[in-house]
Nanobody, 125 residues
Framework: QVQLVESGGGLVQAGGSLRLSCAAS????????MGWYRQAPGKQRELVAG???????NYSDSVKGRFTISRDNAKRTVYLQMTSLKPEDTAVYYC???????????????????WGQGTQVTVSS
């Protein structure tokens, strides 16, 4: 079974920093584009940052210059370093990845946009 497991969320004061991690596990054949999304209460889920398998990155305008996405392909992990946090960054942060994997019978599957369970980030003013 394939899983994306996020960690690193928590409560931090405005101006502080947090580092989120998302580790992929299971019979993974390929791990392509990965990204972080967030969803605040009453709002739609939005893209925060994305990174391709080759390391190209993109960011939403609201986090550009404050957040940095990176990945360690050997560890099948994507990171989100968040600095200068603001109360408006408060949200559940979700990891997302395009994953190729084999099931228990050996059948190959490709799932674009596989989601993790989310981790809460709360920034107090």
């Amino acid at each position: 079974q394939v899983q994306l497991v996020e960690s690193g969320g928590g409560l931090v004061q405005a101006g502080g920093s947090l580092r989120l991690s998302c580790a992929a596990s299971g019979s993974i054949f390929s791990l392509n584009d990965m990204g972080w999304y967030r969803q605040a209460p009453g709002k739609q889920r939005e893209l925060v940052a994305g990174i391709t398998s080759g390391g190209n990155t993109n960011y939403s305008d609201s986090v550009k210059g404050r957040f940095t996405i990176s990945r360690d392909n050997a560890k099948r992990t994507v990171y989100l370093q968040m600095t200068s946090l603001k109360p408006e960054d408060t949200a559940v942060y979700y990891c997302n990845a395009d994953i190729g994997y084999r099931d228990g019978s050996g059948t190959y599957h490709y799932t674009p946009g596989y989601w993790g369970q989310g981790t809460q980030v709360t920034v107090s003013s």
